[in-house]
């Protein structure tokens, strides 16, 4: 070999090891997310005082600027019970949970040193309301998220403020954003010293490039300390998973780890007006065609400024946690269930494949049909329950290799209130059948 290929072939085994290491700890740390499959948003700030928009309202005229950013002084915090929250967080079976660190207002909700615009410094709470949380959660067993928004609107040296108005153009004042960039890459320092969140969830990467927000770096930054800290993709790529906004998806999202983030009624924040609540039905039917697909279900709750979680959500949060425990094996640690075709609903699948889980869509009692299904059933039921299903192989056709058709009645006193769960534990691990009918 040549002296001059010798070092090169053994810089590219060098890299590649680095590279297959990164990639391997990039794909072992996703493992609890990908188990986790339900979390609880909260956004909780100065926006709760009003019932504004968050940030939004002045952004968009509402409200002026001062007359948004005067909530802070109502903002008490009076009545926060950081334990009762992530109780109540644990109960609906949410495994982690994300709370707005910071908003595109730029008010801090913990003791930032970076400036001084902070729920503590500025408003009656007086209080880092933070720090007892993140301990309530992980007290808890919950994981801990860190909402943060990259855009700071009220920031003197941030160029976007209102919808049709900026404060600077960046080309004329690289030395304001080169302060920006030292002001929230030292906030995004502070929030991973102080709580080493397991999962970093950015906002608002859309207003400024890879480059200008400085990407890597900003994802270095958290690795370096904590390198199983997980990130959304709002990081202009450079984040570890998918977040859909609101919008249920109707096909797989590509990616192999994606949440779709959600509110219960139509806003994000408190906002007294906002009755308009999904049942705990449609929360639940949503969450299930999130795991079905692969995906997580990150449900939002707005807390009022006083620190209280009104009714309306409490009891969403405990009808899904119910739900949650009787249809456990069905939802945490399994994975999206079969292709479209084979069954009318939503399912998911246990790790091995070798158990199916069907959700009853429109609280349907039998029969139910599966189709397509290449396996032997050995014991189909009622998943919570002490119920036996007889499932009926119609159409089998002895001399074809086409499986038939699964019939099963489901007696209407093993339905869930919400939505039933049939449990086929199966001899294999699950084949299906993806023809056009022919033999
Ligand atoms: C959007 C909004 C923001 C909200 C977030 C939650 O990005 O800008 O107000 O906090 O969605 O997903």
Redesign the pocket.
Known sequence: MSKIFLPIILLFIVLNAGFSQKTTHDSLKMHWFGDAKLGIFI?WGIYAVKGTD???AFYNKKINHADYMAQIGGFTAAKYDPEYWAQLIRESGARYSVLTTK??DGVALWDTKMNDLSIPKKSPAHKDVLTPFYKALRKNGVKCGAYFSLIDWTHPDYPGFLKDSTKYKLTEHPEKWARFKTFFQGQIAEIQAQFNPDLWWF??DWEHSAEEWEAPKVRRLILDKNPDAILNSRLQGYGDYGTP?QHVPVVRPKEPYWEL?MTHNNN?GWQPQDTFWKTPYEIITIFADAIANGGNLLLDIGPKADGTITPEQVNILKELGRWNKKHEEAIFGSIGGLPNGHFYGPSTLSKDSTTLYLFLPARASGPVVVKGLDNQIKEASVLGTTQKLTPKIVGKISWSAVPGLVYMDVPKSALDEQMTVIRLKLDKPLKLYRGHGGF
């Open positions: 956004h968050e940030s939004w908003h595109h906002d608002g906004e983030c994000w």
